[in-house]
């Protein structure tokens, strides 16, 4: 595997279910981020984690849970969604936190029903 | 607050025609303007960095060019399989690696 990868591709869940996005980044980078991206709208950033440590939070509902056990790895833990939580989520990782381009992973595309 | 807009929303050209997309920035600080492509289904993928007015890059069918307040990526003698979305990025120098970006640009071109 290279670059960024993302497990699953797709996923339908229902608004009482508990699932979990995976995220490995295979680049040796230091940085790991997460977005939403909706239709029509901008990359939101969601979470950054820096060497494993959170370092961003932009008010994201408490639905979304992120974990990040090392540098390589990136998950978001999902529970009780809402339909508008229907996007596509989108790994990112970058050399350092405070540097670099990021570089995107497929992305997990989410239904929420 | 940092600000992104892209125009057009939408451009379809001939295989041949060449013309070019802007990214209009508003920053306290540009420490760097990002262009990436996106294709259907797909994650962004990291095309240039842009650091300071008057830098240009290239790449195939790409140049990316960059003033005070705006950036373009032109397009010569495009093909079809340039076909994409293509999003500008700005980070600003208020510290952390926080890109703010634009609702992008779908390009279509068609034989």
């Known amino acids: 595997e290279t670059g960024v990868t993302q497990t699953p591709r797709h996923l339908v869940m229902g608004m009482t279910n508990k699932k979990s996005l995976k995220c490995e980044q295979h680049?040796?980078?230091?940085?790991m981020y997460w977005y939403k991206q909706s239709a029509k709208k901008p990359l939101e950033l969601m979470f950054v984690?820096?060497?494993?440590?959170?370092?961003e939070n932009n008010s994201v509902p408490s639905r979304f849970s992120p974990e990040c056990p090392n540098s390589s790895h990136l998950f978001l833990h999902l529970h009780t969604l809402q339909p508008e939580d229907s996007a596509l989520y989108l790994c990112?990782?970058?050399?350092?936190?405070?540097?670099?381009?990021?570089?995107f992973g497929p992305g997990t595309r989410l239904t929420v029903t | 607050e940092d600000q992104v807009t892209q125009s057009p929303e939408a451009l379809r050209l001939q295989e041949g025609e060449s013309s070019s997309l802007n990214c209009s920035y508003t920053?306290?600080?540009?420490?760097?303007l990002f262009w990436y492509r996106q294709d259907p289904g797909k994650g962004p993928e990291f095309l240039f960095t842009?650091?300071?007015a008057g830098e240009e890059k290239e790449k195939e069918r790409l140049k990316a060019t960059l003033t005070k307040k705006e950036s373009f990526l032109h397009i010569t003698a495009p093909k079809p399989e340039d076909s994409a979305t293509y999003l500008c990025?700005?980070?600003?120098?208020?510290?952390?690696?926080?890109?703010?970006f634009g609702t992008g640009t779908q390009l279509k071109v068609e034989l």
């Open positions: 984690y820096s060497l494993e440590e959170r370092v």
């Open positions: 920053v306290s600080g540009l420490r760097g």
């Open positions: 990112a990782s970058s050399q350092e936190y405070r540097e670099y381009e990021q570089y």
């Open positions: 680049l040796g980078h230091n940085a």
């Open positions: 842009l650091y300071s």
């Open positions: 990025a700005v980070q600003d120098t208020g510290g952390g690696n926080k890109l703010t």
